[in-house]
């Protein structure tokens, strides 16, 4: 029985993919799709369809007027248990940094104040920061936590990448576990601006965390460009008896 051979476009992706692995670095322009062309001997239509397959992949990215580029590859939050975004980041070998730190004492929005159950007036710390990696903006992350339980904080240096292991080392405060919700939105235009975006979609990352005797004491949020960054978190069977193992 004969062998049915691949399209050519396909081969065209091949080609394209080893030459990438092997000579690219992310953000370099690759040949037109004339020389593509040239090269493999094909026609414009068959590289134009393999280009757009590399863009579908998340390998290429055409950005018009300039040319068709290495995509960098997503930055994946690798989450187990209720771990930090510092934990997660350092996790994968890469250095976390705060671009921008706002912090500020406040009466939160209604729906905040009852999700952690404060009575009418009480006070929230909300602490904004946009994080990064090498000076390059990831993410726009917000903490708020009731002021009543981490007494002074907006006065104190806050020097930590992780806000856990701040509060941990300041108030003993430690999450004993949390909720999250993850969902899509377009993104507001001040985001776009403070991410550098290229597309217009965010990804959101909601968190209310709590403490061992089931008060929520924080909400956290993540707030990502969607293209660009993975959240993946492990899940444990509660009813096996040594869940340390798997972690």
Known sequence: MATKKSPLYYEVMNYLADRISKEYKPGDIIPTQTDIASITRTSLITVKRAVNELVSEGILETIAGKGT?????????????????????????????????????????????????????????????????????????????????????????????????????????????????VYAREALEEEVRQLNMKDNIVLIIKRISYLEDQTPFEISKIIAPASDYRYRSKQINSSIKDINSFL
């Open 69 to 181: 580029f290495v995509k960098p590859k997503p930055l994946v939050d690798n989450h187990v248990g209720v771990s930090s975004w510092t934990d997660s980041i350092v996790g994968i070998g890469a250095k976390p940094g705060t671009l921008k730190l706002t912090i500020e004492k406040h009466i939160p929005a209604s729906d905040i104040a009852t999700i952690l159950q404060l009575k009418a007036r009480k006070q929230t710390i909300l602490i904004k920061r946009i994080r990064g990696i090498d000076q390059k903006p990831i993410c726009i992350m917000s903490n708020e936590i009731p002021a009543n339980i981490v007494p002074g904080l907006e006065k104190k240096p806050f020097d930590s990448e992780s806000f856990y292991a701040f509060l941990k080392d300041n108030y003993n405060l430690i999450p004993s576990h949390a909720f999250e919700e």
